[in-house]
């Protein structure tokens, strides 16, 4: 017996040599010590030694798993090392390598020139409401004094969704909300996504953002109007803008006017982008109706407004010298990493 557990010393020592890896290992662990390993078998036959042999026998069975346990651990413990040695020298990083360019993001023109509009405007005192973008018919036509055949009215250019629902067509319906549940001194932007059924080409969309503008009080003229805008068009367009009123006809204003800016591209001379002009149309504005204050329950008599309405697509595509909106909608990043 105790020659058989000398071979098995021996032969587990000699394996143990030519372990290479931690699977190895393991199986050499279940072959000598495991529950029907070697070892084990040997040492559970001890039973049947005489009372003199067990002890002897018993000793060096116990000193080869010592051995044979020692062994394995320090066989685990290079095994390991060395894997660790090899991820260190497969995973090791170079400093000098040139890195990977992450893009940041930015804010997308339209974003900048609303922005710009807004601190114009949030600087002369105003605040900022919304609405939704799903109106009532009354609050976008009816309200404004727009009559029932008017032609905006057409489904040619309004998305109805029911006979009295609809897609806003303009931010003027924030106007009416904002009134019927404001009393005035009332002066507010309107910033929004607006619709109309057009088809999509160079300067058309079915979506795109308006900012509105109304500023009710005592005693409000068209002086303030014009001084507003005068104000708005130098802050966007540059200190040497001038403006211009055409007479022109809204149902909600009166008197309405549409406002030319001089020509950022040649202060008025006349150049490409105006056209040959030196003026470019930026917005629609005038005196509130009589009858939208009547009907929003602010009295005429006693109260007067201004309003105005401009399209972010435009001033943008303008300022930028952008000729086509669709580049607005598509998200390219190429044209968007310009701004
Ligand atoms: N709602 C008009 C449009 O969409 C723009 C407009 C013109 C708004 C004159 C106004 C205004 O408030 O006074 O074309």
Redesign the pocket.
Known sequence: MKQKLEEIRSQALAALSEVSDVRELEALKVEYLGKKGKLTQILKGMGKLSPEERPVVGQVANEIRLALEEGIQSVRERLNRELINQKLKSEVIDVTMPGTKKDLGRKHPLTNILDEIKDIFLGMGYEIAEGPEVETDYNNFEALNIPKHHPARDTQDTFYITENVLLRT?T?PVQIRHMKSHKPPIRIICPGRVYRSDAVDATHSPIFH?V?GLVVDKGVTMGDLIGTLQVFAKGIFGENTKIRLRPHH?P??EP?AEVDVSCWGCNGTGCRICKGEGWVEIL???MVHPNVLRECGIDPEIYSGF???LGIERITMGKYGIDDMRLLFENDMRFLKQF
Do not use: C
């Open positions: 303009h003027s308006q509105e809204f909600f204003t309405s629609g504005a005038g309003a105005f309405g």
